[in-house]
């Protein structure tokens, strides 16, 4: 390899292990945060659970989540069924008028 290819590579790294790290701090934090009482996520927001605890989780199921749950699923299918309603039509309608000499159209319709 070339030091060009290498620099390069090295860098293409860096940018994925950032990109990795700002994508699983606030996944860890939140997970972390379910196991804490709300005093001690207002204190010691990123420390770990101590005392861990499972109390969230109990309340969560007391007070019904499976409402809640049954909301999300009507309202995805929902969704899912008007989406599939409309792209074939969209796609129709890109396809027909597809020009190979208006491509930047082609991106700024879609």
Not at 48 to 71: A, C, K, M, Q, V
Not at 72 to 83: E, P
């Amino acid at each position: 390899m070339k030091k060009e290819e290498k620099l390069n590579q090295f860098w293409k790294y860096v940018l994925l292990i950032v990109g990795g790290i700002l994508i699983l701090v606030p996944l860890l934090v939140t997970v972390f945060s379910s196991f804490k009482t709300t005093k001690d996520i207002m204190n010691h927001f990123f420390s770990l659970p101590n005392p861990f605890t499972l109390s969230n989780y109990e309340r969560l199921i007391s007070d019904g989540i499976g409402g809640y749950f049954w909301n999300s699923a009507v309202i995805t299918v929902l969704s899912l069924i008007v989406v599939a309603f409309f792209i074939p039509a969209a796609a129709y309608s890109i396809a027909r008028n597809m020009s190979k000499k208006k491509p930047l159209q082609l991106c700024i319709r879609s």
